[in-house]
Nanobody
Framework: QVQLAESGGGSVQAGGSLRLSCVAS????????LGWFRQVPGKEREEVAT????????YYADSVKGRFTVSQDDNKKTVYLQMNSLKPEDTAMYYC???????????????????WGQGTQVTVSS
């Protein structure tokens, strides 16, 4: 069964924190890449962070390095995105996605993802 379910979005003031969760089915979670992406209407989707659950290898976009942390909980089949020091420009719909790993890549994760969640909105006010 294909299942990705995001939660944890909301509204926060600049400088605040949120933690997003992505609960995945066993098929989507095990030895797979789970990525966090975000999109603002009228703009291209941006890859924010990824994690390869087989090894814990991670990747971060430059725009979030040092502020966001992606992590995994194997028991809960859940990937988290801890977002600290949030800025108004972090406002977007955040999506969780799953894809087969590309182990020759530095982050172990592919360019394209096969499965997507429905998204959770993050709004950061100044």
């Amino acid at each position: 069964q294909v299942q990705l379910a995001e939660s944890g979005g909301g509204s926060v003031q600049a400088g605040g924190s949120l933690r997003l969760s992505c609960v995945a089915s066993l098929l989507m979670y095990s030895n797979n890449c789970l990525g966090w992406f975000r999109q603002v209407p009228g703009k291209e989707r941006e890859e924010v962070a990824t994690i390869y659950t087989g090894s814990g290898r991670t990747y971060y976009a430059d725009s979030v390095k040092g502020r966001f942390t992606v992590s995994q909980d194997d028991n809960k089949k859940t990937v988290y995105l801890q977002m600290n020091s949030l800025k108004p420009e972090d406002t977007a719909m955040y999506y969780c996605a799953a894809g087969e790993p590309e182990l020759l890549y530095a982050d172990g994760c592919p360019d394209e993802y096969d499965y997507w969640g429905q998204g959770t909105q993050v709004t950061v006010s100044s």
